[in-house]
Each structure stands twice: as C-alpha cells, then as structure tokens.
C-alpha cells in the first residue's frame, strides 16, 4: 500500500489525493504495484502491456505476474505502455490506478515457497476512466524512476523487524548456559550495529524526501543492507536455535519466524531489483561511475 499511496501524494492529481488519501490512512483501501510482466522483469521498461486512449478513457490490455497481494487489494497501480511509437523503451508508459474488480481484469494468485501468494493479472479490454490516470500521460517511466521505485525500495520499516528479531535472538543467548551460544555474541553484536546505521539511512531517505530530493542512491544502498541483513540474521538464528530454527509454526521458537525467512528470503534479495541491480545504481548515481 505504502507505493501506492506515496506515488499519489507525489504526482497524484488533487482529486486523486482527496479521493484515495483519507481512505488509505483510515486503513479502508489497499493498493498495489504492477510493473512486472512475463518479459519485463529486471528490464522493468519493457513491458508490453498497452493503454489505448478511446472516447475519454482508457482500454487496457496485456498481462502483468508476480504482483504481491493484488488478489487482496481495491487497486491495482498499473503500468502500461500508452505509446507504442515513442522513440524509446523508456517513453511512451503510463500509470493508472485500476479497481482490482474492473470487468476483464483476472486476478489468478500464485503460491510461493515463502507461504504468500504471489499473482498474475490478466486485462482483456479492462476500461479505465480518465480520472484513474496517475501522473502525466507517457511520462510514467520518469515518475517510476524518480519516485515509486525508490518508496519500494527504502524498506524503513525492514529496520524495525530486523531490530525486532535481534532482541528475541539476544534474549536466547542470554538465557542460554552453553559456551557455543555465548560465543555468537559478538555476531549478534555486530549485527546490531549495523541493523542500526540501516535504520539511520532509512531515516536520511525519508528526510532527503521531506527536502524535495530524490534519494535514489540512498533508496538502494539501504534496499541491498537490509536484505543482506535480513539472510545474515536468519542464518545466525539457526546457529543460535540450531535444528529448532527450522521448525515452522506457531509452536515454534520466535513463533517459526526464522524458518519463514530462510524460506522467503530471496523474495526480500530480489523484490524491488536485485543486489545487482541496486549495486549499479549505487555506482551510477551516488559514486558518479560510468555505466556499463
């Protein structure tokens, strides 16, 4: 929800803001992101799905997969190629905000190994009206860009999790006589330093927002941390926890929740792009590099 409704604040129209704003902070409206189709996935601007513009509104039709929770969400924020002759890949994208109940619109979820449902979206002639056109025609990619992947990718709330985690795992070793657990104190520590300086850098994106600048380096870098951070915890809980960080359940230690990461993981390494991905655009636009 949270792409969704930042994408609003930051180029919504203001009949959008008043429409969807107060719905989505009283907790009445849920939204979510569809970029990713069958041949548009690390290459995100390749997508194929088109938004043809008839008498007043909009004719969407294509395919998008791997969209989490669209079988649960009122609607779906969409990108679609609304020009097929601009010059470039990266023009010519539109964003429409669709009601997930639209006729024509097939919402078929997809099971992972991580215990959620991932999804594809089938639009056959799903009409939207004008109103639901997010931002400015064809210039979806530069908002895409410049805003919606950077809210996806800066994962302040990660922080509190993996924070979370740390004191439950830091309570076990305490508790613990072994001289094998209280040797992982030191990983334990470390990790809660660096836990910390990601929570920290969440905070600089949020400000870097509040000043009008576009932290798209900064979105990255803590996008790549915390998912590092994250598979180094539930690592480190399985060599606290030993066999018992491998049951899942209720029941189990810190209710299962570090057999749920191990098992969901790469879904937090490569949502959003993969650690390639933010890594060349650390390189590109915080240390200046060329790109490749």
Not at 67 to 84: C, E, K, L, W
């Amino acid at each position: 929800m949270v792409f969704v409704g930042q994408s609003v604040i930051a180029f919504g129209s203001e009949e959008q803001k008043r429409n969807f704003l107060p719905r989505i902070a009283r907790g009445e409206l849920t939204g979510v992101w569809a970029i990713t189709e069958p041949e548009a996935g690390s290459d995100a601007a390749a997508i194929r799905l088109r938004a043809e513009e008839r008498e007043g509104e909009w004719i969407l039709n294509g395919e998008k997969i791997f969209t989490s929770g669209a079988h649960d969400a009122d609607y779906i924020m969409v990108a679609a190629r609304s020009d097929p002759k601009a010059p470039s890949k990266y023009a010519g994208i539109s964003l429409f905000l669709v009601p997930r109940t639209s006729a024509g619109l097939t919402v078929r979820p997809i099971k992972t190994i991580g215990g959620w449902s991932v999804n594809q979206e089938v639009f056959d002639d799903v009409r939207v009206p004008q109103g639901l056109l997010l931002g400015e025609k064809n210039k979806g990619w530069q908002n895409i860009t410049r805003y919606t992947f950077n809210f996806e990718r800066a994962g302040i709330a990660r922080t509190g999790l993996l924070l979370r985690l740390g004191d439950e795992l830091e309570r076990i070793v305490h508790g613990s006589s072994s001289a094998g657990a209280r040797q992982l104190r030191h990983p334990l520590a470390e990790l809660r330093a660096e836990i910390m300086a990601a929570r920290w850098l969440g905070y600089r994106v949020a400000w870097l927002y509040d000043q009008g600048q576009v932290p798209s380096a900064e979105s990255s870098m803590i996008k790549v941390l915390t998912a590092d951070l994250l598979e180094r915890i539930a690592d480190l809980g399985t060599d606290i926890l030993g066999w018992a960080g491998l049951v899942r359940g209720a029941e189990a230690p810190l209710q299962g929740r570090i057999e749920f990461f191990l098992r969901s993981i790469w879904f937090h390494l490569v949502g959003g792009g993969t650690p390639d991905i933010q890594r060349n655009i650390i390189a590109q636009w915080g240390l200046g590099l060329p790109r490749d």
